[in-house]
């Protein structure tokens, strides 16, 4: 039997700063087809659009042929190697995924895990990279003056006149700096509990039964 590594990735979406990212291992027995949906629970997506691999020139996905039943030990990947993954061929999310390291698989491995991160996953269907950076900082602008306009309304004693229906409904829910490594790594054990039915990896596509508590 060939010698079973752990691959461990750091992943992050081009064209944000700061880097939206996740650092994560996987066995590299891990196929295409299921390091997609991985990157979707990681990175915090919810699956609903075509995604695509760049892998050493050829591309594996959602609108291409090349077998996605591949293993990424089959890509022979070194340390430092790179590809990228874009979700969503409107709005062009495109995430570079970086090798940090590879090591020997000693011991039991019995689901990805994160092992870092650092903020939320964008809004679907803000519009992509440029524009999601744009609508951050319209909501803190929003914020600050909502919050101004409280405290010249207590001052002067008065109930505060705030029109919630003007703005979006996320900027009142959407934390662009929150990161839950552990509601995530609860999310991908559950996923892995469910991992005995061999037509499971096509059926699968709302994770939100995953993440509920």
Known sequence: ???????????????????????????????????????????GWDGYFL???HIWGRFYGSSFSNDCEVPLSHFGFKEKDKFTYTYNFYEFWEHELRIE???????????????????ACPIEGIGGAKYYEEAITHQILWCYDMLQELAESIEDKKFPD????????????????????????????????????????????????????
């Not at 979006?168 to 469910?194: C, G, M, V």
Request: aromatic fraction near 14%; charged fraction near 25%; include cysteine.
């Open 1 to 43: 039997m060939a010698e079973r590594n752990l691959i461990q990735f750091k992943i992050h979406i081009l064209g944000i700063s700061p880097q939206i990212l996740r650092r994560f291992v996987v066995c590299d027995s891990t196929s295409i087809a299921q390091l997609h949906h991985l990157i979707q629970m990681v990175m």
């Open 101 to 119: 390291k590879i090591s020997p698989l000693d011991s039991p491995f019995h689901y990805p895990k994160v092992l870092a991160g650092k903020r």
């Open 162 to 213: 705030i029109d919630f229906d003007e703005v979006p409904s996320w900027y009142l829910t959407h934390d662009s700096e929150k990161f839950e490594k552990s509601r995530i790594n609860k999310a991908l054990k559950k996923l892995y509990q469910k991992n005995g039915d061999p037509d499971f990896w096509y059926t699968l596509g709302d994770y939100s039964e995953f993440f509920e508590e």
């Open 51 to 53: 995604h695509k691999f």
